[in-house]
């Protein structure tokens, strides 16, 4: 499986991204896709997640109520809109795929949000 993301880029604090990431090859195997973000000096860390079959999500506590993974499964696309953005969320965000036990990881995408 292959990932691309995109929609990365500088915004002001209380601004909004919208994030995406495309899947290609072996998409019919994923079980799971999310995001995760990694600012420096610290670890990576999951900022949402959504099943691929079922949609079900899971969001970090700091994102909950701001930000909202969606996913397009015709498409292969996960997206992650990010409302009310703080500088705390400046990060590398990358988005990752599971199939089965196997995790695949884009490249990453840079948000900075300056106050």
């Known amino acids: 499986v292959q990932l691309v993301e995109s929609g990365g880029g500088l915004v002001q604090a209380g601004g909004s991204l919208r994030l995406s990431c495309a899947a290609s090859g072996s998409t019919p195997s994923i079980t799971v896709m999310g995001w995760y973000r990694q600012a420096p000096g610290k670890q990576r860390e999951l900022v949402a997640d959504i099943s691929w079959r079922g949609g079900s999500t899971n969001y970090a506590d700091s994102v909950k109520g701001r930000f909202t993974i969606s996913k397009d499964n015709a498409k292969n696309t996960i997206s992650l809109q990010m409302n009310s953005l703080k500088s705390e969320d400046t990060a590398v965000y990358y988005c990752?795929?599971?199939?089965?036990?196997?995790?695949?990881w884009g490249q990453g995408t840079q948000v900075t949000v300056s106050s």
């Open positions: 990752k795929a599971m199939v089965y036990s196997r995790a695949y």
